[in-house]
């Protein structure tokens, strides 16, 4: 108890210290750094290609149809599969009971992704050659990254009104949901119906589970990697696991709160009033008392649904682990073999202009229009100035444009490491101008803090 105490103690203090936006910034330099100094260069790249292997006998669950994946692949594959879990957990909340639950509160912002989607999309066709090959890299510029354009308004407090601070995680989350349809109906490769199958009873199983109000986290979560497994397996991208094993993950009570609470407040009872004068003294418990005191805590557990738990207690792990895990992975580019021209032209500069220029015209344009035609109202206590430096905001695609970047060139050899080291600087650059530019202007609209 006393050991768990200190990590959470620890784990508290340094969130409340370094933001995971820092901790994403400096991960993302460590990897450029790694990446072009001669002497851990040739070590950070050789990392990535490792083989890993968990295996039982003759199966191993980091295998890719016959082929053991590499650290690479386990980290886009798998540690992305947790992640996008993670998102589709928050999804769900949303749609539930959050900023997505209602046709007013969420029509603002999928109507801003809508257009932060389809943009950056004709921007980036626009101004990328008409070449097969770099055109598969169309989506690159669809996604908003939550965790750093989240941060880039954190620096402002208490001047941002609360409406804009929702407007964009809002739209940040229908955006994750935008990226990922786009990843199952674009990036899948040749389908596997064995394995499709047992995806398809996999899901069943935790749909049948929920309707029985199973409501084991481990259960899901099992169930969920064996899912992950099979989609892997079956073509289509193992990342979609993750989204789906969320959605079957359950929101509700095995028997309501209120029955939580009862029994909270008869255990409490039991217990005798304490004076104030004793209120400092130290009163070693009987077994009973000790029993009551469990009955409470397993009470207050069960109050939290499964959904909700999984999504708190994964924040540690996805926001200080695996995206800069990720970042570090797939940030590191070789700038010595590119020149300052791939920021001009093909498929770094489409990224770039799609995040900067698509992200802020679709969002802002498409919320504009809505507003103008009364069918959803601006966000309470905002100036069409501050809502447009939010907009610009909005072109912070780091962690997802990466993801989709390495989905689009990754394994199309020589030429395809090429396009995605152009992709990945068009990403990078694109995601810091949006940043800083978005904060200059956001310093300039926001209204000064009393």
Same mark, same amino acid.
């Given at each position: 108890?006393?050991?768990?105490?200190?990590?959470?103690?620890?784990?508290?203090?340094?969130?409340?210290?370094?933001?995971?936006?820092?901790?994403?910034?400096?991960?993302?330099?460590?990897?450029?750094?790694?990446?072009?100094?001669?002497?851990?260069?040739?070590?950070?790249?050789?990392?990535?290609?490792?083989?890993?292997?968990?295996?039982?006998?003759?199966?191993?669950?980091?295998?890719?149809?016959?082929?053991?994946?590499?650290?690479?692949?386990?980290?886009?594959?798998?540690?992305?599969?947790?992640?996008?879990?993670?998102?589709?957990?928050?999804?769900?909340?949303?749609?539930?009971?959050?900023?997505?639950?209602?046709?007013?509160?969420?029509?603002?912002?999928?109507?801003?992704?809508?257009?932060?989607?389809?943009?950056?999309?004709?921007?980036?066709?626009?101004?990328?050659?008409?070449?097969?090959?770099?055109?598969?890299?169309?989506?690159?510029?669809?996604?908003?990254?939550?965790?750093?354009?989240?941060?880039?308004?954190?620096?402002?407090?208490?001047?941002?009104?609360?409406?804009?601070?929702?407007?964009?995680?809002?739209?940040?989350?229908?955006?994750? /949901?935008? !990226?990922? #349809?786009? &990843?199952? $109906? @674009?990036?899948?490769?040749?389908?596997?119906?064995?394995?499709?199958?047992? =995806?398809?009873?996999?899901?069943?199983?935790?749909?049948?589970?929920?309707?029985?109000?199973?409501?084991?986290?481990?259960?899901?979560?099992?169930?969920?990697?064996?899912?992950?497994?099979?989609?892997?397996?079956?073509?289509?991208?193992?990342?979609?696991?993750?989204?789906?094993?969320?959605?079957?993950?359950?929101?509700?009570?095995?028997?309501?709160?209120?029955?939580?609470?009862?029994?909270?407040?008869?255990?409490?009872?039991?217990?005798?009033?304490?004076?104030?004068?004793?209120?400092?003294?130290?009163?070693?418990?009987?077994?009973?008392?000790?029993?009551?005191?469990?009955?409470?805590?397993?009470?207050?557990?069960?109050?939290?649904?499964?959904?909700?738990?999984?999504?708190?207690?994964?924040?540690? /792990?996805? !926001?200080? #682990?695996? &995206?800069? $895990? @990720?970042?570090?992975?797939?940030?590191?580019?070789?700038?010595?073999?590119? =020149?300052?021209?791939?920021?001009?032209?093909?498929?770094?500069?489409?990224?770039?202009?799609?995040?900067?220029?698509?992200?802020?015209?679709?969002?802002?344009?498409?919320?504009?229009?809505?507003?103008?035609?009364?069918?959803?109202?601006?966000?309470?206590?905002?100036?069409?100035?501050?809502?447009?430096?939010?907009?610009?905001?909005?072109?912070?695609?780091?962690?997802?444009?990466?993801?989709?970047?390495?989905?689009?060139?990754?394994?199309?050899?020589?030429?395809?490491?090429?396009?995605?080291?152009?992709?990945?600087?068009?990403?990078?650059?694109?995601?810091?101008?949006?940043?800083?530019?978005?904060?200059?202007?956001?310093?300039?609209?926001?209204?000064?803090?009393?």
């Amino acid at each position: 108890m006393g050991t768990t105490q200190t990590n959470y103690s620890f784990i508290s203090k340094f969130k409340a210290h370094v933001n995971s936006s820092m901790v994403l910034i400096f991960f993302t330099v460590l990897a450029l750094i790694c990446a072009n100094v001669p002497p851990i260069k040739d070590w950070y790249f050789s990392l990535w290609q490792h083989k890993v292997s968990l295996s039982i006998g003759n199966f191993n669950f980091f295998s890719h149809n016959g082929h053991t994946m590499t650290v690479m692949q386990v980290i886009n594959d798998f540690l992305m599969a947790i992640f996008f879990f993670s998102v589709g957990l928050e999804i769900k909340r949303e749609i539930l009971i959050g900023e997505l639950s209602t046709k007013e509160k969420a029509m603002l912002p999928i109507i801003g992704a809508c257009g932060g989607m389809i943009v950056p999309v004709l921007v980036f066709m626009l101004f990328c050659p008409a070449d097969p090959a770099m055109q598969r890299g169309i989506a690159i510029p669809m996604a908003t990254d939550i965790a750093f354009s989240l941060g880039v308004l954190s620096v402002f407090s208490k001047r941002v009104p609360v409406g804009l601070k929702v407007f964009l995680a809002a739209l940040a989350v229908a955006d994750d /949901l935008g !990226g990922i #349809i786009v &990843i199952a $109906l @674009f990036y899948s490769s040749e389908i596997h119906v064995s394995y499709i199958l047992l =995806s398809a009873i996999c899901v069943m199983a935790m749909i049948i589970a929920n309707t029985l109000k199973v409501r084991s986290k481990s259960f899901y979560v099992c169930v969920g990697l064996v899912l992950w497994y099979t989609m892997l397996n079956s073509g289509i991208h193992a990342t979609i696991a993750g989204v789906i094993t969320a959605f079957c993950v359950p929101a509700s009570l095995k028997k309501g709160t209120g029955h939580y609470l009862e029994r909270i407040r008869e255990n409490i009872n039991i217990f005798p009033v304490i004076n104030v004068d004793d209120r400092h003294k130290t009163v070693v418990l009987t077994h009973s008392q000790i029993h009551v005191l469990k009955s409470i805590e397993s009470a207050a557990d069960k109050m939290i649904s499964p959904l909700q738990d999984l999504e708190d207690n994964m924040h540690f /792990l996805i !926001g200080y #682990i695996i &995206i800069p $895990l @990720f970042a570090f992975a797939n940030a590191g580019i070789d700038l010595s073999q590119m =020149s300052i021209g791939s920021l001009f032209s093909g498929v770094g500069l489409s990224a770039m202009l799609g995040l900067v220029i698509g992200k802020f015209v679709g969002v802002f344009s498409f919320s504009w229009a809505a507003v103008k035609a009364k069918i959803v109202k601006l966000p309470e206590g905002t100036t069409w100035k501050a809502f447009a430096s939010v907009c610009v905001i909005c072109g912070i695609g780091f962690t997802v444009s990466m993801f989709i970047a390495d989905l689009s060139y990754a394994g199309l050899g020589v030429s395809g490491a090429a396009l995605l080291n152009e992709a990945k600087l068009g990403v990078l650059c694109g995601s810091v101008i949006a940043a800083v530019l978005g904060a200059v202007l956001l310093n300039k609209t926001l209204p000064e803090q009393k």
